[in-house]
């Protein structure tokens, strides 16, 4: 046996086993596994065995189908034709095959089973998906009430100022105080400047002469059947009903027997948390008003037959958690729709005007979205929601009119009828074309039930330019009772795990509301490094406590390095303040006393900003194709006034800037519903239907797993 050899032996013979640092194979190795500890979620999450689930339940509920049906047609025949019957069964099981083959291709892709709706803060656009335009109904109910809605407020709208005796003031000029007044003819100034700039011929006494002819003005009285024009009042059955929605809401007359009082469930885009007291009551409200809609504008009076429908809902870019979720459970239980899905409005503003890519400002009556669709997809960080609209700039009219001596001194737009016309002495006077600047004289008729009519005229100048102004000046709209009972009844959704709020955020969003944002009361510093340890709120996750409990090192709450306090410098050495252990200040996205309210041109280009994140060509992609919707931009002259705002604001792009229209003149307030039509029409490639069977086993979890973007 031959021994074995020594190492300097297998050295000198070349055969040494040496290490040359080269794998044994190319192919890359894994670590094996450790047993005691991992994790995989393969087939333990809902949504990963939901598909697979429904399937094999359809499969299994097809199969009972035709198990029942043959049991029957066998149990109907006789014994002498068993075998036709066998036949025939054969035949009627290709026939159900066909007829199952016949639903799922799509009748239902006309639309003509989906139900499209479009929630406002003023009106309600609902239809079914094959109708060419939507029907549009007021966002309003009126309940029975000991007082109507104009009698419950103390002050008439727009509000007047005070004297210190507590009277309200009488003279026009003073009306509305002198920070009002002030801004008024500042603005009034600077037209006056660009008008003579522009080349635009004025009269020096032009304020004058509207002033005068608006203080001598005595109304015509005209009896009630020789108004061609005259209102159709909603009369009272008897007995009266409990609540009234929609058109007939309005024409409630004010003093009538018994008082009805107005409710808009939607205020500023948000519920409307001031006017109710509890949140059942206005979730039941919004209910009432889609239910009705339903019944009276589309003819679905009987409720058995919703559940043949799907719904597509329109939800705002930058939305409340709380709000979609309690939307779903309405649809879902309360109609009883078979399939219900939900799209953002600028998405559906995107479908709507047939674009891929755009920046669609949606000014409504009360809200102004802003956000930058590229592809199909919101861009998440684009997203802006500013609490201005049509209504405020109504609301700035008529202020403007009665500084100027308005003839109906007496206007309160808390009272119906006079909310009626000012909406529509607004539609039909307001321009943004300063060509139109001038005094002119228009008439209006006052009508009120019961009372014969008033014919009033009345001149007006520079206030049917300066009214939609507003959006770019802002401070000439009344915003102080904007936030009231903000969150009074609706909580912040909450994350489940870390106990953070979850609702939406954009970082375009997040520099306005940083630029608007009141600085936060200041805090005893003191105070605050005196506070034990053990008072010291826990974290939320588990995961936290035990880093605690180990000592593991977290990062500091406080900025490094330490700040130091001016004036704390003695004896040439610097004193340094330890920083209090505290909480940081909460984030301005989620901070209830910042209302939203922004120059509209700025905010457009802040969203364009976010959206093309420094590309240049993006940048222009989306300054060249902003695309304008929503009924707050009827206004004449509205687009090229903002087209020229932008430019002097990006005079490097002003090449480049351009506002579009929505295409086939299709009215710019129901866009958003054509769009979201459109998208309830794709049957075959949408994938965010939420179904009754899937909503009964995960309810609202199902939207992280259906919705198109990151819920």
Avoid at 628 to 634: F, I, P, S
């Amino acid at each position: 046996m031959v021994g074995k050899k020594s190492g300097k032996a297998l050295r000198d013979e070349g055969l040494e086993r040496t290490d040359n640092n080269m794998d044994l194979s190319s192919w890359p190795q894994v670590a094996a596994i450790n047993q005691k500890n991992y994790y995989t979620d393969y087939l333990k999450r809902d949504d990963q065995s939901l598909a697979f689930r429904l399937q094999n339940e359809e499969a299994r509920t097809k199969m009972t189908k035709k198990a029942k049906d043959k049991d029957r047609a066998l149990a109907m025949a006789n014994s002498n034709e068993a075998a036709e019957g066998e036949a025939e069964v054969e035949g009627e099981d290709e026939d159900v095959n066909m007829d199952d083959a016949e639903e799922e291709t799509p009748a239902e892709t006309a639309g003509s089973k989906v139900i499209v709706v479009h929630v406002g803060s003023q009106n309600l656009r609902i239809g079914l998906a094959s109708d060419a335009l939507p029907k549009t109904v007021p966002m309003v109910i009126a309940r029975k009430s000991t007082t109507s809605e104009s009698e419950d407020q103390e002050e008439p709208k727009p509000k007047r100022v005070k004297r210190d005796d507590g009277t309200t003031e009488d003279e026009p000029e003073k009306m509305f105080g002198e920070e009002w007044s002030s801004q008024f003819n500042k603005m009034s100034a600077e037209l006056k400047v660009r008008m003579r700039l522009n080349k635009r011929r004025m009269l020096p006494n032009s304020k004058e002469m509207v002033v005068n002819y608006n203080r001598k003005v005595v109304p015509d009285p005209i009896s009630e059947h020789n108004d061609p024009m005259r209102m159709e009042w909603t009369e009272l059955s008897n007995p009266s009903p409990e609540y009234i929605v929609g058109h007939d809401a309005l024409r409630v007359p004010d003093a009538s027997t018994p008082r009805y009082k107005l409710y808009w469930p939607i205020k500023n885009g948000w519920c409307n948390e001031n006017d109710y007291q509890s949140k059942q009551m206005i979730f039941l409200d919004i209910a009432l008003i889609l239910e009705e809609a339903i019944k009276n504008q589309l003819g679905l009076t009987s409720k058995k037959n919703w559940t043949q429908y799907s719904c597509v809902f329109v939800i705002p870019d930058l939305y409340d958690k709380s709000y979609v979720t309690q939307v779903l459970e309405i649809l879902m239980r309360e109609f009883s729709f078979a399939r219900v899905c939900f799209i953002q409005e600028s998405l559906a503003a995107t479908f709507g005007a047939g674009l891929t890519s755009a920046c669609v400002v949606d000014i409504g009556a009360q809200k102004t979205s802003i956000c930058c669709v590229e592809e199909g997809m919101c861009v998440e960080n684009s997203r802006v929601n500013l609490k201005m609209g049509g209504r405020d700039v109504t609301e700035a009219f008529i202020q403007m009119m009665l500084y100027d001596h308005f003839p109906y001194a007496d206007i309160n737009l808390f009272r119906r009828y006079d909310f009626l016309l000012a909406e529509e002495l607004k539609r039909s006077i307001c321009t943004m074309n300063e060509a139109s600047v001038s005094p002119q004289v228009f008439d209006f008729h006052l009508r009120v039930a019961g009372q014969d009519t008033q014919k009033y005229t009345f001149k007006a100048f520079d206030e049917v330019h300066l009214a939609p102004m507003g959006f770019f000046e802002t401070t000439i709209f009344d915003n102080t009772h904007k936030l009231d009972g903000r969150r009074k009844l609706i909580k912040k959704s909450i994350d489940i795990y870390d106990g953070q709020p979850n609702d939406p955020i954009s970082a375009a969003q997040s520099e306005i509301l940083t630029a608007l944002a009141p600085p936060l009361p200041k805090v005893n510093l003191d105070a605050q490094q005196s506070v034990d340890a053990s008072s010291r709120p826990q974290p939320p996750n588990a995961l936290g406590r035990v880093q605690e409990q180990e000592g593991t090192p977290q990062s500091s709450v406080a900025g490094s390095p330490v700040p130091e306090v001016p004036g704390a410098q003695a004896g040439g050495a610097t004193a340094a303040v330890s920083a209090p252990t505290s909480q940081p200040p909460p984030s301005v996205d989620y901070r209830d006393d910042i209302l939203p309210v922004f120059s509209l041109d700025s905010a457009i280009l802040t969203s364009i900003a976010h959206a093309a994140r420094s590309d240049e060509k993006k940048m222009r992609d989306f300054i060249g194709g902003i695309m304008v919707v929503g009924g707050g931009t009827l206004t004449s002259g509205f687009h090229l006034f903002l087209e020229e705002r932008l430019q002097a604001l990006r005079p490097g792009f002003a090449k480049d800037i351009m506002i579009g229209v929505p295409p086939r003149d299709l009215d710019p307030q129901v866009v958003v519903w054509k769009g979201a039509s459109i998208f309830g029409k794709l049957s075959g490639t949408n994938d965010s239907w939420i179904g009754k069977l899937e909503y009964d086993r995960l309810g609202h979890r199902l939207m992280a797993y259906k919705c198109m973007w990151a819920y």
